[in-house]
């Protein structure tokens, strides 16, 4: 079984003081955690967050996004390589948010994969369906279609990426998966991953989506998750660490 993976999702919230707050409480209480740990602050705040875990690798660099661009005139974008010289180890790509604010397809979903892999990052790639598509019994057929868009452009790199399935009704509305629920996705995206590369069998699921330290433990004790994507409940250190625990 791999190690597990939890990574804090802080979405567009914070701020120097916040920050500060945050990092220090989770340095104080996190202890050698038997599992890895991603904090990912927004763009501006890498550098302080960066500052605040100083020698501390047991907090790792996330970002929440990079540009599909290699480089050059993508004015407001940052490059994968840029986020990789600056200690960056993970990247969030295709969140939820992402594709419906910023109308982010597949294929620029899986370009952005491309791009992280390409500077060593490791990019959290998220799939998700729609309570729509849920209600309509598309769940395992939105996720394949979004994953294989993800696999065609990135084959035999697959094993180098972490995926995370987060059902969009679920996240921030306080209604998570149940263990069953997820599980049978993430046991389906499993099959495809081994079915295309069979490096690729161990590639970390984490489920995303109104995760917390209440339901944390149920969710994690299933065969094929490994690891959580916490939103809201990243942004307190106690229950955050909580999930850590529950987790190792
Ligand atoms: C997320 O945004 O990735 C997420 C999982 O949010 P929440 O935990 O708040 O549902």
Redesign the pocket.
Known sequence: MSRKLVAG?W?MNGGAAANAALVNGLLAGIGQPRCDVVVCPPAVYLHQVRGLCGENAVLQLGAQDVSVAEGGAHTGDVAASMLAEFGVRYCIVG?S?RRRYQHESDLTVAHKAERALAAGITPIVCVGETLEERQHGLTEFTVRRQLDAVIQINHGRLAGMVVAY?PVW????GESATPEQAQQVHAALRARLKAVDTDAAGVRILY????NADNAAALLAQADIDGG?????ALKAAEFLQIVAAAG
């Open positions: 999702n979405k969140h948010e987060e679920a996240i921030g509305t995303g989506g109104s995760m994507l916490i939103g809201g409940a």
